[in-house]
């Protein structure tokens, strides 16, 4: 793979006009595909194979006009101090707002408040629902302005209007702090490089593969109803292992040219050499993000496979784009050591780590480690261990209004709707009783309502009408609790394990959904595939390691340390989320349980970037093992080489991630604190730490490979032995002045 690399690399630095060109030509393409494409909401939600889908679906057949999974609005009236909502003034006002609402194209039905009972008992709160024939998901941004519209209307009478329910769900921002996350990244870069010019290259590249990637999602969002969300995570990892793959491949050419070699020898041999480092890590990236698609949550795989593919094109511009923009920039590219005439250089520091009498951070680092191996190893795991505690409070749960900032319309009508009528009321249970197969279903509705008015933690119980057939009832279940509460998914459970008795007793089926059922159904789900999930891609990823490292113990390691520091961020988010620690500072107002896919997701993307720095800095040590250094010194080899460009790597990555604890999305802003953790836990404790200290304990162990597995495998040569065998027989610059 190497040689095919190192000639990649030499051809895109030759004919960069060509590769610069293909390149502009589809970010060109993809941005008139993204303004000409149909405008597109959130994906569309459905949970194949849990009870509460399946009653949503059975719904859907018995009650063709029902819209059973169509967006639901509660628009809820408060009266002002000393009056109710029942005086001849606030009456009036109410009605004609639910006239007004009652018009939109997109709405099924409005329920008068006075009509439906949905005054509160002290007279001072009423709630007019509003059902929709589409979901929230798609509902058009004009239905949703003529509902925050007729509501503004009414405060203006002096009225309290708020407006919870999913019909308001609209994209996240990720506010200012995303730019600063790449401005510190810019920062790093500069550093790093000691030059504008070439720190100015991974940021280049990145912004123009994830143009591309989020370009083509938008282009492509309506066709294969994608989400606002899935485009901000194809960005927020995108970016992130764009700067990555790049920085590692820009480096190892100022290296090169360190060592004396030609520009375009020196681009080929960073390609060849880094960059098959690269390959390898964008692999374990892209295995971590399609397993996500074992899970069957439609929406995941969507998001899995849209952020797979923006890091796909990162790795095909750190290959081929960023050897061509080498090229155009020249001798403004310095070599390892010196720095840009604007940064105060220009003249030559001999910094070469290699040829340097004065052993760098890196160095010093890992001969400390080497030396004491036994006493980091035990430190940092009691420090992984620490942090890693919270994570054995962890409650699972998916945001509701309850959850949003108490700034928003949606919590505020959620609070107002929990004074006047209970906790319970913002997470009603739709009991659906199929009683095609009961001999009588009249009287097997009846003892369904009977049996669930008689359990534990209901506050009301609301029978509707059958459908035209008689063969369908739906029954309305008011919890005690809150949905999020665990007496209500206590209360959940208990309704289906009575109904399989009545099942067993009438042959009517009993079904429980509802948008609090199916947060329950889709945490057990998520909960039941993270086991399979992770055998399925920890397996595979240490497959791929086995055949770039030709070891078995370096890839078990690996994967120890990646468990040990996604339990340590897992810790942390509970502590942040779910207790409240640091909530101000994060900007969290809300605590609650953590998100239900951020256990497998966390799984899936910090396993993929962890793999980034194990690749990036054990194929050092492989190269300098393989090329006749002792374990320990190779260990050290690697530190001086790959240490400040993977500490800069990972300080880029976790101020990305940072930036999107801005959003005004939990999901984004959990999603975005969790991966900067992990990456922190991952790069500085375990790559920097944990991996060194079990290197220098295995010695000539960590590189054991079984013989027969040695002639089994394929040589993939990621160290650039070809390269190296190629240039002893005099080759390499010498067929470069041929060419």
Do not use: C
Not at 187 to 208: E, K, N, R, W, Y
Not at 288 to 300: E, K, R, T, Y
């Amino acid at each position: 793979m190497a040689t095919f690399l190192y000639k990649l690399g030499r051809l895109a630095f030759r004919r960069r006009h060509f590769v610069a060109l293909i390149w502009v030509a589809l970010l060109t393409l993809a941005g008139v595909g993204a303004a000409s494409a149909p405008t597109a909401g959130s994906t569309s939600f459905s949970i194949p194979g849990t009870e509460a889908q399946k009653a949503f679906d059975l719904l859907e057949q018995r009650f063709p006009g029902m819209s059973a999974d169509g967006a639901t609005a509660r628009v809820v009236f408060k009266a002002p101090a000393g009056h109710k909502v029942t005086d001849a003034a606030t009456k009036a006002t109410v009605e004609k707002t639910v006239n007004e609402l009652a018009t939109g194209s997109e709405v099924g039905s409005v329920a008068d408040p006075y009509k439906g009972h949905a005054v509160s008992k002290d007279g001072t709160i009423a709630y007019a629902s509003v059902k929709y024939k589409v979901s929230g998901m798609e509902l058009k941004d004009t239905s949703r302005d003529a509902l925050k519209s007729a509501a503004q209307h009414a405060r203006d009478t002096g009225l309290t209007v708020e407006v919870g329910g999913d019909a308001l769900t609209a994209a996240p921002e990720t506010g200012a702090t995303e730019v600063i996350g790449i401005g510190i990244a810019a920062v790093v870069l500069v550093i790093t490089f000691g030059s504008l010019l070439a720190a100015g290259l991974p940021l280049l590249t990145a912004i123009i593969g994830v143009g591309i990637g989020v370009s083509s999602i938008t282009a492509l969002a309506s066709t294969l109803d994608l989400g606002s969300t899935t485009s901000t995570l194809a960005s927020m990892i995108g970016l992130a292992v764009g700067i990555d793959y790049a920085l590692f491949i820009v480096s190892r050419y100022r290296a090169e040219l360190a060592e004396g070699r030609t520009r375009e020898e020196a681009a080929g041999r960073a390609v060849g050499t880094a960059g098959s480092a690269v390959v390898f890590a964008g692999l374990t990236v892209l295995i971590a993000l399609v397993g996500l698609s074992v899970v069957n949550i439609p929406m995941l795989t969507k998001m899995g496979i849209a952020a797979a593919g923006t890091v796909a094109i990162a790795v095909l511009i750190a290959l081929t784009m960023i050897p061509a923009l080498l090229g155009y920039a020249g001798r403004r590219i310095k070599p390892a050591g010196e720095k840009s005439k604007l940064l105060g250089g220009g003249r030559a520091k001999d910094k070469n780590p290699a040829a340097s009498g004065k052993p760098n951070m890196g160095t010093r680092w890992a001969s400390f480690v080497v030396r004491r191996p036994v006493a980091v190893l035990l430190l940092g795991v009691v420090g992984l261990g620490a942090a890693a505690v919270p994570a054995a409070s962890l409650e699972l749960g998916l945001p509701d209004d309850g959850s949003q900032p108490v700034s928003t319309t949606q919590r505020r009508a959620y609070d107002l709707l929990s004074e006047g009528f209970g906790p319970g009321f913002n997470g009603p249970l739709m009991v659906v009783v199929d009683g095609k197969g009961a001999g009588a279903p009249g009287k097997a509705f009846d003892k369904v309502a009977a049996e669930i008015k008689g359990m534990k933690d209901v506050a009301a119980v609301v029978r509707s009408k059958p459908n035209d057939a008689g063969d369908t009832a739906t029954i309305t279940v008011v919890p005690a609790s809150k949905p999020s509460s665990t007496q209500t998914e206590d209360l959940v459970h208990a309704i289906r394990d009575k109904g399989a008795d009545i099942t067993a007793d009438t042959g009517a089926e009993v079904l429980v959904t509802g948008s609090t059922a199916m947060n329950i159904d889709v945490s057990q789900k998520l909960n039941d595939a993270l086991v399979p999930y992770l055998v399925l891609v920890v397996g595979l990823a240490f497959l791929l390691l086995i055949v770039v490292f030709r070891s078995i113990l370096v890839p078990l390691k690996a994967a120890l340390g990646f468990l040990l520091s996604v339990l340590a961020a897992l810790g942390a988010v509970v502590a942040v989320f779910q207790w409240g620690w640091l909530s101000g500072l994060m900007g969290v107002e809300q605590t609650g349980p953590v998100m239900s896919m951020m256990p497998i997701f966390m799984v899936g993307v910090v396993f993929g970037l962890a793999m980034d720095y194990e690749v990036f800095l054990v194929t050092r040590m492989r190269e300098a093992y393989v090329h006749g250094e002792k374990p320990s010194q190779a260990v050290v080899t690697g530190f001086r080489y790959g240490a400040r460009v993977v500490t800069a790597a990972a300080v880029i990555m976790i101020a990305v991630f940072s930036g999107f604890i801005g959003s005004s999305e939990s999901m984004v802003k959990m999603i975005g604190f969790g991966l900067a953790v992990a990456v922190f836990f991952d790069a500085f404790v375990v790559r920097m730490a944990l991996v060194p200290a079990v290197l220098a304990l295995l010695g000539k162990r960590a590189w054991w490979l079984p013989k027969w597995l040695d002639r089994a495998l394929p040589n993939v040569d990621v160290e650039g032995e070809g390269l190296r065998a190629a240039d002893e027989a005099g080759h390499g610059d010498k067929e470069l002045v041929r060419a």
